[in-house]
Each structure stands twice: as structure tokens, then as C-alpha cells.
């Protein structure tokens, strides 16, 4: 079982469509989240950490159940602009700064 | 201005050889890390450094050798190369090895094949 396990989809959705992204983690260690955004044939970029209170960033929604250990993120109003790969990524606690990261879920935002 | 930059962009080779690439940073950033992401897509760490010293390696075949000649540059060499070794290999940096607002920058990548 990987430690950290997303849908990889895709997720074919319609421009201003709200969707919601899941991602859970094995380790009850990890002690930072994060959603990376990976563009095609492109790198991997921060999207956002992701708090235990939640936290929001525009139209992007970030959730963490610890006691579930279960990651969530939710982009209302899609764009055509949002379609990509969404990777969940978690640090261990003692593990330094090694991200590690899930198998990604794909987002295509249609006309 | 390019944070991380890898070079080459694209790597063609065949079974057996040795190849390297080259990463550097002009953020002042102290670690320094490569993963390699696979053709499924799944991205998973190989080494880190902080300050030229080695503090995260993965199981990684030690046909695979990290260097940092300074803090501003990691390049990985890879010894007898084979065909799983093609993936996109991705440099990345950050002004710490610590946890907590320490956000990861990664290079472009390196499209590496073996034919």
C-alpha cells in the first residue's frame, strides 16, 4: 500500500464546476500536508499547505482530518486554466523536509 | 531569472553508458534534493543535501551518485545505465532541510531515455 493514496482520475469536469479531490496517508506520523499543482511536461509547484483548522486560498479549499488521516481539496468556480495534476504530499514527523508525494489525481476543466 | 535549472533538458543514451546532470540555484537556498518521477508519474525522492553534506538517500542503486560542489549546485551522475533508469529527473531546492515554511522549488526536469 503506497503512503499516500489519491484518485488518479481523470476528473473531467465543465468550467465553473465546483469539484473536490481526496487524498489519504498511512503514516499517523506525518505531521506536514500539502497540494502541489504539476502542469504537463512541466514541474511540480505548491499550490498550498493545508492546516488543521483548513484553509483557504481564492477558490481553492484545503482540509485536514487527522484523526481520518484524510486530505481534502476543493476548487470552486473551475477555470480552464486549473486542469493538471494535483499531488498530495505529506512530511513525516523526524523525516527533515522529504516530501513525500501521492500518485496525483488529473483535473481537465472543459468548455 | 531561472531559480533551479537543470541542464540537459533532454538526455538520449544508450544501455551501458554513464551520464550526468547538472542542477544549480541562485536562491541562496541551503538543501538540495532530486526525485525522480517514473512513467506513471509517481515522483519519489532520491537524495538530499544540506550545505554539500548528504542527509537523506533513499534506497537508490549506487549506480547513482550525487555531488554538490557548493551549496548552490547538486548534480547526479549514473553509472551503466539502464532501461529503467528513463524518467524525468527533477533537481529541486530550499532555504532549509527543517520542516515548517520551507517550501520546495523544483528545476524543470531532465527527460532522460535509454535506449
Known amino acids: 500500500r503506497k503512503e499516500v493514496e489519491q484518485d488518479p482520475g481523470p476528473f473531467n469536469v465543465p468550467e465553473g464546476a465546483t469539484v473536490a479531490f481526496n487524498c489519504t496517508y498511512s503514516?499517523?506520523?506525518?505531521?506536514?500536508f500539502f497540494w502541489y499543482r504539476q502542469d504537463c511536461r512541466k514541474e511540480p509547484k505548491l499550490l498550498m499547505s493545508v492546516y488543521s483548522s483548513g484553509n483557504e486560498d481564492g477558490r481553492f479549499t484545503a482540509q485536514l482530518n487527522r484523526a481520518s488521516q484524510y486530505i481534502s481539496l476543493l476548487i470552486r468556480d473551475s477555470k480552464l486554466s486549473d486542469s493538471a495534476t494535483y499531488l498530495c504530499v505529506v512530511i513525516r514527523a523526524g523525516g527533515g523536509n522529504k516530501l513525500t508525494f501521492g500518485t496525483g489525481t488529473q483535473l481537465k476543466v472543459e468548455l | 531569472d531561472t531559480a533551479v535549472s537543470q541542464t540537459p533538458k533532454y538526455l538520449v543514451t544508450q544501455m551501458g553508458n554513464d551520464k550526468s546532470i547538472k542542477c544549480e540555484q541562485n536562491?541562496?537556498?541551503?538543501?538540495m534534493y532530486w526525485y525522480k518521477q517514473d512513467s506513471k508519474k509517481f515522483l519519489k525522492i532520491m537524495f538530499s543535501?544540506?550545505?554539500?553534506?548528504?542527509?537523506i538517500n533513499e534506497t537508490v542503486p549506487n549506480r547513482f551518485s550525487p555531488k554538490s560542489p557548493d551549496k548552490a549546485h547538486l548534480n547526479l551522475h549514473i553509472n551503466s545505465l539502464e532501461l529503467g533508469d528513463s524518467a524525468v529527473y527533477f533537481c529541486?531546492?530550499?532555504?532549509?532541510?527543517?520542516?515548517?515554511?520551507?517550501?520546495?522549488?523544483f528545476g524543470p526536469g531532465t527527460r532522460l531515455t535509454v535506449l
Open positions: 503514516n499517523s506520523a506525518s505531521q506536514s
Open positions: 529541486a531546492s530550499s532555504p532549509h532541510s527543517g520542516t515548517g515554511d520551507n517550501e520546495q522549488f
Open positions: 536562491l541562496g537556498h541551503d538543501t
Open positions: 543535501y544540506n550545505n554539500k553534506e548528504l542527509i
